[in-house]
T-cell receptor, first 110, second 114 residues
């Protein structure tokens, strides 16, 4: 099993809809989790951290499920500008590892 | 004001050449990183430096040598370039310790080895 896995998509979603995708991780020693977004031919940018208690920032909600070893990202009322690739990041401090998922491509359709 | 900058933005070179990519951050961060993003968009960490000291050194060929003259700069030198080195190389920095999730990325250097 890969250390961090994401559905590559693409997810084609109409504007205004709600979309959610997950990221699974294999190592239970994983300690910190983040979502980044990367636009085409651009650098990754931090979207939000993922806390054990969940984290909400406007239309975006991130959650962590340690028992099932996955994190999720929910986008409500999607906008055209949400079209991007969403990368999950898992950090294992004990093993000095930072692992990026391969990303999920999201296309918001007008 | 550019927070993390990289030069050059594009680099086209022949196999066997030696090249360097420079990275500078003006955020006052202690930790800097180099990542490689291949044609399949897989972003993989190569090195991490904390206050000029090497912290993470993933399994990369020793043709790749990072150099940190001061904590605001982390350059990447690549010897004897190979076709498989073609990728986008991102520099990043973070304020927290050696392993931080809140990272600021540079715009990337697109390297093409012919």
């Amino acid at each position: 099993r890969k250390e961090v896995e994401q559905d590559p998509g693409p997810f084609n979603v109409p504007e205004g809809a709600t979309v959610a995708f997950n990221c699974t991780y294999s190592n239970s020693a994983s300690q910190s989790f983040f979502w980044y977004r990367q636009d085409c031919r651009k650098e990754p940018k931090l979207l939000m951290s993922v806390y054990s208690s969940g984290n909400e920032d406007g239309r975006f909600t991130a959650q962590l499920n340690r028992a099932s070893q996955y994190i999720s990202l929910l986008i409500r009322d999607s906008k055209l500008s949400d079209s991007a690739t969403y990368l999950c990041v898992v950090i294992m401090n004990r093993d000095d590892k930072i692992i990026f998922g391969k990303g999920t491509r999201l296309h918001i359709l007008p | 004001d550019t927070a993390v900058s990289q030069t050059p933005k594009y680099l086209v070179t022949q196999m066997g050449n030696d090249k360097s990519i420079k990275c500078e951050q003006n955020l006052g961060h202690d930790t800097m990183y180099w990542y490689k993003q291949d044609s399949k968009k897989f972003l993989k960490i190569m090195f991490s430096y904390n206050n000029k000291e090497l912290i993470i050194n993933e399994t990369v060929p020793n043709r790749f040598s990072p150099k940190s003259p001061d904590k605001a700069h982390l350059n990447l030198h690549i010897n004897s370039l190979e076709l498989g080195d073609s990728a986008v190389y991102f520099c990043a920095s973070s304020q927290e310790g050696s392993l931080a999730g809140t990272q600021y990325f540079g715009p990337g250097t697109r390297l093409l080895v012919l």
